[in-house]
């Protein structure tokens, strides 16, 4: 008997296409059908409201979101953290950014009180979530956990 090889689905970040990855193959790899974007980009990307429903409703993949707004000083503060921490993982988990000011369902429907506020997805289910900036390694160190207990 031929079993069919292991997938996931993962959701591009610049076109919302749904693409089938299987799931040994690094995300950094895989490009999406339709645009050609890379799935999984080792910097933190910018998404939407509109990206971030699909993701949440359809991506199987592990992620990271950022609720940011250009007014929040701590927020700011922690940008460069954040993209030194997404190098860490070299694209096969994602760290994505969400301005909350422009982009205020996502943060709505998470019940966001306070910013800056991480998330932590995999599977399709929200796995944890921290609130306040923090420095890289915490950052780190957090998302391995988050990752390892998903
Ligand atoms: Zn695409």
């Known amino acids: 008997m031929v079993m069919a090889k292991d997938t996931r689905l993962i959701v591009c970040s610049q076109c919302a296409t749904i ?28 998404i939407s409201d509109k990206i971030f429903a699909k993701l949440q409703s359809r991506d199987q993949g592990a992620y990271v ?8 000083e ?9 993209a ?17 000011e422009e982009h205020p369902q996502g943060s709505a429907r998470l019940n966001v009180r306070g910013i800056p506020a991480l998330f932590f997805f995999n599977g399709g289910k929200l796995v944890s979530q921290k609130s306040g ?10 998302v391995r956990e988050s990752f390892t207990s998903s």
């Open 65 to 72: 979101l950022d609720v940011w707004a250009p007014w929040c």
């Open 74 to 82: 701590p927020c700011r503060m922690m940008a460069p953290s954040y």
């Open 19 to 46: 693409n089938r990855m299987p799931t040994d193959r690094k995300l950094s790899d895989g490009k999406c059908a339709k645009c050609k974007s890379v799935l999984g980009e080792p910097r933190p990307v910018d």
């Open 133 to 142: 900036a923090l420095p890289e390694h915490a950052i780190t160190k957090w």
């Open 84 to 100: 030194e921490s997404a190098k860490k993982f070299d694209g096969d988990i994602r760290f994505f950014k969400l301005n909350s």
